[in-house]
């Protein structure tokens, strides 16, 4: 959360004509509410599924598929995802990640709990995120600057 996959996955699709699509917003507009409604209302394995679904439907050539960070939590969403495409990991650290979601209350899992709670979330994912098969750094990094290098690593 707060690596910037929306927004870069944005930027990246309007500099090389790609669509983009984010499967948060596929789920909202599935559901007809937002996330954070969802995980109230529904809960997150019912979440976990929509996105499932989301990795199923959305195929396609010239796609940029932009996801939640929790995605690659269900085996069955990285092996789809693994092939369909090429899985770019936007990396930052810790305490850059929190400084950019301060007062953020979009993402119901960094609601309400302490530091050491959302620190141990991230780094219960890392080793996943590490599988990826490209990894750019976004610390101190503008948007495109982040862009024009994966457009090159996405070319070569
Ligand atoms: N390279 C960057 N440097 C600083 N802030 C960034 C960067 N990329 C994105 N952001 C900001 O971080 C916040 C989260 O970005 P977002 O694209 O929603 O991340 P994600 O979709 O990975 O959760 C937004 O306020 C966005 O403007
Ligand atoms: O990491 C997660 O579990 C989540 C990340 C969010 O998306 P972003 O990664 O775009 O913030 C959103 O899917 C939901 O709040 C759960
Ligand atoms: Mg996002």
Request: no cysteine.
């Amino acid at each position: 959360m707060g690596s910037g996959k929306t927004t870069i996955g944005q930027a990246l699709a309007d500099k090389i004509g790609y669509h983009v699509i984010d499967t948060d917003k596929w789920v909202e507009n599935k559901e007809q509410m937002s996330i954070s409604e969802i995980f109230e209302k529904k809960g997150e394995d019912y979440f976990r599924d929509l996105e499932t679904q989301a990795l199923l439907e959305l195929q396609g050539d010239h796609m940029i598929i932009t996801t939640g960070g929790g995605i690659i939590k269900k085996d069955r969403n990285r092996e789809i995802m693994a092939s369909q495409g090429e899985i770019i990991y936007l990396q930052a650290d810790f305490d850059e990640l929190l400084r950019r979601l301060e007062g953020d209350e979009t993402r119901p899992l960094l609601q309400q709990q302490d530091k050491e709670r959302i620190q141990a979330l991230y780094e219960s994912r890392l080793e996943l995120y590490e599988q990826a098969d490209i990894i750019v750094n976004t610390v101190g990094r503008s948007v495109l600057g982040i862009v024009a290098e994966l457009e090159s690593i996405l070319k070569s």
